[in-house]
């Protein structure tokens, strides 16, 4: 049974930092593509990262490009996503994803397995 098993949230303030991780396991790790995702309140679920399964391909969100960071560390079956310069607007439930073989670029991608999510406020 895969599990994507999120972690890192929590309530900060304005301008700080955060790091998510997602520990995955039940499934060959580095033959999936990793993503995150996060839904707001009232929002609809947005694409943020993702990394190709060896890591040597990464794609971002313009909303977010340039402030957060995807990476992975397929030893340890494990993707993270470094979050700065943090504002209100990044508030919502934060969710890892995976993808069999193919690249995770977008919320039209087929996503095989959902992590349950980790929330992330962020205050004024």
């Known amino acids: 049974q895969v599990h994507l098993v999120e972690s890192g949230g929590g309530s900060v303030q304005a301008g700080d930092s955060l790091r998510l991780s997602c520990a995955a396991s039940?499934?060959?790790?580095?033959?999936?593509?990793m993503g995150w995702f996060r839904q707001g309140p009232g929002k609809e679920r947005e694409f943020l990262s993702g990394?190709?399964?060896?890591?040597?391909?990464?794609y971002y969100a313009e909303s977010v490009r340039g402030r957060f960071a995807i990476s992975r560390d397929n030893a340890k079956n494990t993707v993270y996503l470094q979050m700065n310069n943090l504002n209100p607007g990044d508030t919502a439930v934060y969710y890892c994803?995976?993808?069999?073989?193919?690249?995770?670029?977008?919320?039209?991608?087929?996503?095989?397995?959902w992590g349950q999510g980790t929330q992330v406020t962020v205050s004024s």
């Open positions: 039940g499934l060959t790790f580095d033959y999936h593509s």
């Open positions: 994803a995976a993808r069999t073989r193919f690249d995770i670029r977008s919320l039209r991608d087929e996503i095989d397995y």
């Open positions: 990394i190709s399964r060896n890591g040597g391909t990464t």
